[in-house]
C-alpha cells in the first residue's frame, strides 16, 4: 500500500478507504468482505472524476462549444484512458481479486474501475482538493501536454497567409491564480478583430490554444 501511496503522493488517514477501493467484487463475495467492494466508491468517483474534468475543460477551453468540450471529456474519462492511469500506478497488482478473476489477472474494466474507486477514496479521506490534484497530475495534464505538442499558431499562420497582406497578433488578456500556479488568457487578432481566445499554465501555451480556437473558427466558416 505504501507504494500505491508514493506514486499518488498522498498518504491516507483512514486505509481503509483505500483498501475497499481495491476489493473487486469477486473477491468480497468469496471472503464475504465486511467492507463490501470498490462498487460503491467507483459510483462516487465516475461522478467526482466528471465534474473535476469538466470545470477544468470549462476554463481551460473556453473557446470550444459543448459538443467539443463533451467530446473531449469522453475521451479523457473513458476506459482506455483509466486503464492508461491505473497501469501508471500499477493498480493491476495491487487489486485484491477473487481466484476466478486472479487467475485470468485484473481485467482492462477492472482497472479502470479501480482507479475511479480509489479517486473517491483519496476525496473521502482528504476532501476534493487532494483528488482534484491528483486527477490534474494524471489525467488532466497530459491531455494539456498533447494539445500543447501540436503546433497550432503554424498551422494557423499557414491558413491565413492563403491570403496574402492579412496580419496576426497575440494580445495577453489575463493572468490570475498565485506565482506557482499561474493561468494566462490570450487572443489571438486577424486583422485586428479577435478570432480565438484560450489559457493555459504559460504564455505559449495559452498562445496555442488560442490559435487552436481560431483555426476551429476559421474553418467552420
Known amino acids: 500500500m505504501e507504494g500505491l501511496e508514493a506514486k499518488l503522493g498522498y498518504t491516507f488517514r483512514d486505509r481503509t478507504l483505500l483498501e475497499n477501493a481495491l476489493t473487486h467484487s469477486s473477491y468480497a463475495n468469496e471472503k464475504h468482505s465486511p467492507g ?64 476466478g478473476e486472479a487467475a485470468v489477472g485484473a481485467r482492462p474494466s477492472s482497472r479502470a474501475d479501480a482507479v ?43 491558413l491565413v497567409q492563403r491570403e496574402s497582406g492579412r496580419m496576426l497578433n497575440y494580445r495577453l488578456t489575463g493572468e490570475s491564480g498565485p506565482d506557482h500556479a499561474k493561468e494566462f488568457t490570450v487572443a489571438v487578432e486577424l486583422d485586428g478583430a479577435v478570432v480565438g481566445e484560450g489559457s493555459g499554465r504559460s504564455k505559449k501555451e495559452a498562445e496555442q490554444m488560442a490559435a487552436k480556437g ?4 476559421l474553418t467552420e466558416k
Open 36 to 99: 463490501g467492494s470498490n462498487e460503491r466508491l467507483e459510483f462516487l468517483g465516475d461522478s467526482i472524476l466528471g465534474m473535476v474534468t469538466a470545470d477544468w475543460l470549462y476554463h481551460v477551453h473556453p473557446g470550444e462549444s459543448e459538443g467539443e468540450l463533451t467530446r473531449t471529456r469522453a475521451a479523457l474519462v473513458c476506459e482506455d484512458s483509466l486503464v492508461e492511469v491505473a497501469d501508471l500506478l500499477g493498480l493491476g497488482g495491487y487489486l485484491r481479486l477473487g481466484h
Open 116 to 158: 475511479e474507486a480509489v479517486l473517491a477514496a483519496v476525496y473521502l479521506d482528504g476532501g476534493l482538493e487532494e483528488c482534484r490534484r491528483i486527477i490534474r497530475r494524471f489525467i488532466l495534464d497530459r491531455e494539456t501536454a498533447h494539445s500543447a505538442n501540436r503546433d497550432y499558431k503554424t498551422a494557423l499562420q499557414e
Open 214 to 217: 481560431a483555426i476551429r473558427k
